[in-house]
């Protein structure tokens, strides 16, 4: 199995910039298509990104197209999610996942990492 933990979230203002990073151990994620996911209090995980297990092909939410690029270092066994033009909306816990697919659905990736809180204000 793989072992993944998210960092990089933090409190920003609107319009500001966070990377986060998914690390993982255990296995490389070269093994592994790579996807965001977030959920707000209150409401279902949705999809954020995702990238094949190439790196050659990346999905994104209609929500966050051309304000978040997803991208993977092999030689850092890293996923990094940058985001940009931060919305109060943005605000939620956001996961990292490995899966054998670059998909919209969270039930189709089989390992998760803890979370990590990012919150923007107005």
Do not use: H
Not at 44 to 59: D, K, L, N
Not at 76 to 81: A, D, G, M, Q, S
Not at 84 to 106: I, M, W
Request: aromatic letters at 10%.
């Amino acid at each position: 199995q793989v072992q993944l933990v998210e960092s990089g979230g933090g409190l920003v203002q609107a319009g500001g910039s966070l990377r986060l990073s998914c690390a993982a151990s255990g296995r490389t994620i070269g093994s592994y298509a790579m996807g965001w996911f977030r959920q707000a209090p209150g409401k279902e995980r949705e999809f954020v990104a995702a990238i094949s297990r190439s790196g050659g092909e990346t999905v994104y939410a209609d929500s966050v197209k051309g304000r978040f690029t997803i991208s993977r270092v092999s030689a850092k066994n890293t996923v990094f999610l940058q985001m940009n033009s931060l919305k109060p909306e943005d605000t939620a816990v956001y996961y990292c996942a490995a899966g054998l697919a670059a998909t919209v659905r969270p039930r189709e990736y089989g390992y998760w990492g803890q979370g990590t809180q990012v919150t923007v204000s107005s």
